[in-house]
């Protein structure tokens, strides 16, 4: 059973960093390509960046670009999302995404409050 777990999220000042961590497990030894999407309050769910099976390839959000930077290592099924100078306005429940055998799939989401 796929399960996806993401941590790192909590409240930060502007221009601060955050790290989080998705942890995936039940994929076997396959290495889907994975994203990060969050969630606004009273906005809709939108694709922060994803990252290719090996890493080689990642595409981020025009607003994120510059700041955030997705990486994974497959040894450790791990997925993560250096956050820095962050802005209240990346303030928002980030979710960690994969597919698997055409199926979706999302962690639990981790806040992440952006204010002074």
């Known amino acids: 059973q796929v399960q996806l777990v993401e941590s790192g999220g909590g409240l930060v000042q502007p221009g601060e960093s955050l790290r989080l961590s998705c942890r995936a497990s039940g994929f076997a030894n396959s290495r889907p390509a994975m994203s990060w999407y969050r969630q606004a309050p009273g906005k809709e769910r939108e694709l922060v960046v994803g990252i290719g099976s090996t890493g080689g390839s990642t595409n981020y959000a025009e607003s994120v670009k510059g700041r955030f930077t997705i990486s994974r290592d497959n040894a450790k099924n791990t997925v993560y999302l250096q956050m820095n100078s962050l802005k209240p306005e990346d303030t928002a429940v980030y979710y960690c995404?994969?597919?698997?055998?055409?199926?979706?799939?999302w962690g639990q989401g981790t806040q992440v409050t952006v204010s002074s």
């Open positions: 995404y994969g597919k698997y055998w055409g199926r979706d799939y």
